[in-house]
């Protein structure tokens, strides 16, 4: 994972916490897991709460908008969130 | 026009929508992927009658999994015709998550087939502090947007007005990047939400996802679920159907009995034998008795009690929180959490279970799936009947049989998980925001699915009882039961004669546990008896689903699993208990 200064507030939808936000700024996939997350409405430059998470690999749950979605760890860890200050 | 054409993204109340304008009933549920095959209806516009279909719910026109691809194979199918003929589109949009909707709407537009939008769930903007200008929207799309609330009704006299009004704008065929560039500009101009806090409800909604405090509350909703189904279904059992036959129907039969005089061949297919001089329901065996009282006096009231309980669970929004904090274990048996669904209602009956397995991405993961609701899942009938037997001594027998059938499911799904080539996709799935199940669509949905047991189910009980009594009459059990001795008395502990039920078991589980009535077995036996007649063969109607849905191969691949597991774990039973 790309962790060099400039980017340090970049983090994947895992490594966030419960009940922090921020804007994706990319999905590290594949163009068919890009497909997926755009259509409910997970795509760069659209905010993101995290709800609830990766319990033993189990799934994230999110809020984008007015949609909440439960995500696979695998799919979690590519959607790339640029935390707020 | 000759068609209409219901589309739009999974969960935006599209079959609620297709019932309200067509008056026919859909099962409706608050959870993605719920139609899996074309609807068909009729409507009345402008004094016409029109065809409606409702097109399973996708996100886009390029599909990206297994629900949606069969969505846009149908919408392949029906634009073919619909360009040719002039039909319309009806794009069912959830007027709350507008942006995300519009996707489908833009992909909709450059079909070259007339469009026209319902914003549905519009009273939800409401409380949500959502602000949209139709007009605007309506002139920006160049298609009539009409605001609609498919459970009251409520914008459809407008909307059926202005359908002849939908019409094909000139759309150029635009890139996934340049359709949600425009998205982005409409919604900034048309949409205005309101900044609000987290409400009470939402705080409630986030704790039933979070593993720490959901897990427990799944334990207790599904503790709840049990104890309500089980309260309704003896209620029922004990206030209105017991009353009933005794009073209404028994001396019905007695006088028939009589008529009959009281012995012989049609005596004994009809009414069956007298036990101490009366009717048995349990043992007696006849058409006319155990025949009608097993489905209509011990199974219909539990059909009733657990379809009401899924139904209330279905419509409020719970089952993808479930299937989300599911998914960890699902994963480790070869399957992802949205499985949950066809699982519970397989509790059901398999039937539909295995059907809706359908949503499943792989070949896989449907045939896990599909194995496991064969073997650990048993429906309605069989767990009311399995009361019904057990329930006398007490709440143990019973919960140690629905121990057993969890363990095996639990383990054999790690099994095949382990065995079979291949990995399970992720999991990625919308969750609803909860809701009070409608009563009127949640008592039509019950209403349905009774009717839909007692027309499927009573024809085969009946045959299953005669059968029973040709079988017995013609002495085929004796020769079976020596046959199979071996097995079942030597590793299974049963008596002989048990084997006739578990035959009987292929044609209906439930008739085959009332068999074990009339043969005096212990605890201990009517435990492994129940557990092996669960999991041994599915009965004829999931039988030919399963073939139908897996084919051949696999169904016989699945049909060894599920003997060589039956024998296996009745035998351990019989060593351990």
């Known amino acids: 994972m790309d962790m060099s200064p400039e980017s340090k507030n970049i983090v994947s939808l895992i490594q966030m916490r419960s009940g922090q936000s921020g804007v994706v700024v990319g999905i590290a996939g594949g163009f068919g897991a890009a497909c997926r997350l755009e259509n409910m409405g997970i795509r760069p430059g659209k905010k993101i709460t995290k709800v609830s998470g990766a319990f033993l690999r189990g799934p994230v749950t999110v809020r984008v908008g007015n949609t909440q979605a439960g995500i696979g760890f695998g799919l979690a860890s590519k959607v790339m969130v640029e935390l707020h200050k | 026009m000759k068609?209409?054409?219901?589309?739009?993204?999974?969960?935006?109340?599209?079959?609620?929508?297709?019932?309200?304008?067509t008056g026919v009933h859909v099962i409706t549920s608050n959870y993605p992927g719920t139609t899996v095959e074309f609807t068909r209806g009729h409507m009345l516009v402008g004094g016409k009658k029109?065809?409606?279909?409702?097109?399973?719910?996708?996100?886009?026109?390029?599909?990206?999994?297994?629900?949606?691809?069969?969505?846009?194979?149908?919408?392949?199918?029906?634009?073919?015709?619909?360009?040719?003929?002039?039909?319309?589109?009806?794009?069912?949009?959830?007027?709350?998550?507008?942006?995300?909707?519009?996707?489908?709407?833009?992909?909709?537009?450059e079909q070259r087939?007339?469009?026209?939008?319902?914003?549905?769930?519009?009273?939800?903007?409401?409380?949500?502090?959502?602000?949209?200008d139709v007009e605007k929207l309506s002139k920006w799309l160049d298609v009539p947007v009409v605001p609609t609330v498919a459970v009251?009704?409520?914008?459809?006299?407008?909307?059926?007005?202005?359908?002849?009004?939908?019409?094909?704008?000139?759309?150029?065929?635009?890139?996934?990047?340049?359709?949600?560039e425009d998205i982005g500009r409409v919604v900034k101009e048309v949409q205005w939400i309101e900044h609000r806090h987290h409400t009470f409800w939402e705080r409630i909604q986030d704790l039933t996802v979070k593993p720490r405090t959901g897990l427990p509350i799944a334990a207790l909703v599904a503790y709840l679920a049990f104890k309500v189904i089980r309260f309704i279904g003896e209620g029922l059992i004990g206030y209105v159907f017991e009353p009933l036959f005794e009073n209404f129907y028994t001396p019905l039969i007695m006088k028939l009995s009589l008529l009959l005089g009281s012995a012989g061949f049609w005596h004994d297919v009809l009414v069956g034998k007298l036990i101490k001089g009366g009717v048995d329901y349990m043992q007696s065996f006849g058409l006319l008795?155990?025949?009608?009282?097993?489905?209509?006096?011990?199974?219909?009231?539990?059909?009733?009690?657990?379809?009401l309980v899924l139904g209330a669970l279905e419509d409020s929004g719970y089952l993808p929180r479930l299937a989300v904090l599911m998914d960890n274990l699902m994963h480790r048996i070869g399957l992802h959490g949205f499985a949950i669904v066809p699982t519970l209602l397989g509790f059901g009956c398999n039937v539909p279970g295995i059907l809706a397995t359908r949503i499943l991405e792989s070949k896989r993961e449907r045939f896990i799936a599909s194995t496991l609701i064969s073997i650990g899942v048993p429906c309605a009938a069989l767990q009311a009947m399995i009361i019904g037997v057990l329930g006398k001594y007490g709440g143990g027998p019973v919960a140690l049989v629905?121990?057993?059938?969890?363990?095996?499911?639990?383990?054999?799904?790690?099994?095949?998980?382990k065995l079979l080539p291949g990995f399970s996709p992720e999991l990625l799935l919308e969750i609803p925001p909860y809701r009070f199940p409608p009563l009127r669509i949640l008592s039509r949905k019950v209403w349905w699915r009774a009717k839909g047991f007692l027309?499927?189910?009573?024809?085969?009980?009946?045959?299953?009882?005669?059968?029973?009594?040709?079988?017995?009459?013609?002495?085929?059990?004796?020769?079976?039961?020596?046959?199979?001795?071996?097995?079942?008395?030597?590793?299974?502990?049963?008596?002989?004669?048990?084997?006739?039920?578990?035959?009987?078991?292929?044609?209906?589980?439930?008739?085959?546990?009332?068999?074990?009535?009339?043969?005096?077995?212990?605890?201990?036996?009517?435990?492994?008896?129940?557990?092996?007649?669960?999991?041994?063969?599915?009965?004829?109607?999931t039988f030919i689903v399963l073939i139908k849905e897996i084919g051949w191969k696999d169904m016989l691949k699945a049909a060894g699993i599920m003997i060589a597991t039956s024998i296996l774990v009745g035998s351990l039973l019989n060593l351990l208990l």
């Open chain 2, 289 to 307: 008795t155990t025949g009608i009282f097993v489905p209509i006096g011990v199974v219909l009231p539990y059909v009733l009690s657990f379809y």
């Open chain 2, 50 to 109: 029109a065809e409606v279909i409702d097109v399973p719910g996708t996100y886009t026109l390029e599909p990206t999994c297994k629900a949606e691809e069969v969505a846009c194979e149908m919408f392949k199918e029906a634009t073919r015709e619909a360009i040719k003929e002039g039909d319309i589109i009806i794009n069912v949009v959830d007027a709350t998550n507008l942006e995300r909707n519009l996707y489908l709407t833009l992909e909709l537009m």
């Open chain 2, 402 to 417: 629905y121990l057993v059938l969890f363990l095996t499911w639990v383990t054999l799904g790690f099994v095949l998980n």
């Open chain 2, 152 to 180: 009251t009704g409520e914008g459809f006299v407008k909307l059926i007005a202005e359908v002849h009004k939908a019409r094909t704008p000139r759309v150029r065929h635009h890139t996934r990047q340049e359709r949600w």
């Open chain 2, 3 to 21: 068609k209409v054409l219901l589309m739009g993204n999974p969960n935006v109340g599209k079959s609620a929508f297709f019932s309200r304008l």
């Open chain 2, 455 to 541: 027309r499927e189910a009573l024809p085969i009980v009946l045959m299953g009882v005669l059968i029973v009594n040709l079988l017995y009459a013609l002495g085929i059990f004796d020769f079976i039961a020596n046959f199979s001795a071996p097995v079942v008395t030597g590793l299974l502990g049963l008596p002989r004669e048990a084997v006739a039920a578990i035959v009987i078991g292929f044609l209906r589980k439930d008739v085959a546990v009332g068999m074990f009535t009339p043969l005096d077995l212990s605890v201990k036996q009517l435990i492994i008896g129940c557990v092996v007649l669960s999991m041994f063969f599915p009965c004829i109607a």
């Open chain 2, 113 to 132: 087939i007339p469009v026209i939008v319902a914003l549905n769930m519009w009273d939800d903007t409401k409380h949500r502090g959502i602000h949209i």
